[in-house]
């Protein structure tokens, strides 16, 4: 009797597998896991945000600091400088720079411009417009990212050289972009090499320049002025809410020829808050301070922006 028990329930056992196994013969395969899919051109692994709705989200910026990175961009800057000595009635300056950079789909190159143009409002009764330099160049990422960003540049001697226009560009230095000072400076044709480093971590971020100004050509009344210039700019921020919080500070400094007032006058530095808004149309407005003795409590500056990122 149990032997007979035992020999049915095998046979049932038996029966359910090849039902379960004709069922699952009759199932459509089960399709192959799906395929690696590469990232979005422009991501990069640890940088801000990773992707963010489909599309790497935009790196943050700076006022006062270089600006080539992995990212194409085009946007303008604009300050507003009041002399401490002058009272508005008596004159003030704005100054507007237009900027672009264009990142080579797929490739670690990239190219820049950007061209400063100052406007003086009610000197002595008059106006004047001043065309600065303009600086053409490229710029190179050997890590395919923002790690490392090699520039050369080339600024031309374009800037106005007489009459007003010329006091426009001189009356109140380029605190907004103290980096890059010489492209005010008229019949002066500069060479601009350049390394940085943008590096983040959670919501804090950092970039850092350094590189030399190096003058090619200039007049002969200039001839004992300085040739070779060091730049050497640091700034952080953090990222709180929907907007970043920045601080940066600017070095200039000129290695030869001779100045007026010793070493002192070979080295220019500006220290400058700002907040910025997140997303692929930025805005920004900030401050600006010099910090030498020749600008400090002199000049005040107010500094709005726009630009627009594409990845």
Same mark, same amino acid.
């Given at each position: 009797?149990?032997?007979?028990?035992?020999?049915?329930?095998?046979?049932?056992?038996?029966?359910?597998?090849?039902?379960?196994?004709?069922?699952?013969?009759?199932?459509?395969?089960?399709?192959?896991?799906?395929?690696?899919?590469?990232?979005?051109?422009?991501?990069?692994?640890?940088?801000?945000?990773?992707?963010?709705?489909?599309?790497? !989200?935009?790196?943050?910026?700076?006022?006062?600091?270089?600006?080539?990175?992995?990212?194409?961009?085009?946007?303008?800057?604009?300050?507003?400088?009041?002399?401490?000595?002058?009272?508005?009635?008596?004159?003030?300056?704005?100054?507007? !720079?237009?900027?672009?950079?264009?990142?080579?789909?797929?490739?670690?190159?990239?190219?820049?411009?950007?061209?400063?143009?100052?406007?003086?409002?009610?000197?002595?009764?008059?106006?004047?417009?001043?065309?600065?330099?303009? !600086?053409?160049?490229?710029?190179?990422?050997?890590?395919?990212?923002?790690?490392?960003?090699?520039?050369?540049?080339?600024?031309?001697?374009?800037?106005?050289?007489?009459?007003?226009?010329?006091?426009?560009?001189?009356?109140?230095?380029?605190?907004?972009?103290?980096?890059?000072?010489?492209?005010?400076?008229?019949?002066?044709?500069?060479?601009?090499?350049?390394?940085?480093?943008?590096?983040?971590?959670?919501?804090?971020?950092?970039?850092?320049?350094?590189?030399?100004?190096?003058?090619?050509?200039?007049?002969?009344?200039?001839?004992?002025?300085?040739?070779?210039?060091?730049?050497?700019?640091?700034?952080?921020?953090?990222?709180?809410? !929907?907007?970043?919080?920045?601080?940066?500070?600017?070095?200039?400094?000129?290695?030869?020829?001779?100045?007026?007032?010793?070493?002192?006058?070979?080295?220019?530095?500006?220290?400058?808050?700002?907040?910025?808004?997140?997303?692929?149309?930025?805005?920004?407005?900030?401050?600006?301070?010099?910090?030498?003795?020749?600008?400090?409590?002199?000049?005040?500056?107010?500094?709005?922006?726009?630009?627009?990122?594409?990845?």
């Amino acid at each position: 009797m149990l032997r007979r028990v035992l020999r049915g329930v095998l046979v049932g056992v038996l029966f359910a597998v090849s039902a379960t196994s004709a069922a699952r013969a009759d199932e459509p395969p089960e399709g192959p896991p799906p395929a690696f899919v590469a990232p979005p051109p422009g991501y990069e692994p640890g940088q801000p945000g990773g992707v963010v709705g489909g599309t790497p !989200e935009p790196l943050p910026g700076f006022m006062t600091l270089d600006r080539m990175d992995s990212q194409t961009r085009v946007g303008i800057q604009v300050a507003w400088t009041k002399i401490d000595a002058l009272s508005l009635s008596d004159g003030f300056v704005m100054r507007f !720079e237009p900027y672009g950079q264009v990142l080579l789909p797929g490739r670690p190159v990239g190219f820049y411009g950007h061209l400063p143009i100052t406007h003086l409002v009610n000197f002595n009764g008059a106006d004047g417009t001043g065309i600065g330099n303009l !600086e053409l160049g490229g710029f190179f990422l050997p890590m395919n990212n923002s790690d490392v960003i090699l520039r050369a540049g080339l600024a031309l001697s374009t800037a106005s050289d007489s009459g007003n226009d010329l006091i426009a560009n001189i009356i109140a230095p380029p605190l907004d972009r103290l980096t890059d000072l010489l492209l005010i400076a008229p019949n002066y044709t500069t060479g601009r090499l350049s390394v940085s480093t943008f590096q983040r971590n959670g919501d804090f971020f950092f970039r850092a320049d350094g590189g030399f100004d190096l003058v090619l050509d200039k007049p002969a009344t200039a001839s004992n002025a300085p040739s070779v210039f060091f730049r050497a700019n640091i700034g952080g921020g953090i990222r709180v809410q !929907e907007v970043d919080l920045t601080a940066e500070l600017v070095n200039f400094a000129s290695v030869n020829g001779s100045t007026q007032n010793g070493i002192e006058q070979r080295f220019l530095h500006t220290l400058a808050v700002g907040v910025r808004t997140l997303g692929e149309n930025q805005i920004h407005f900030g401050t600006v301070f010099g910090l030498d003795e020749i600008t400090r409590g002199d000049y005040w500056v107010l500094t709005l922006g726009y630009q627009r990122v594409v990845n």
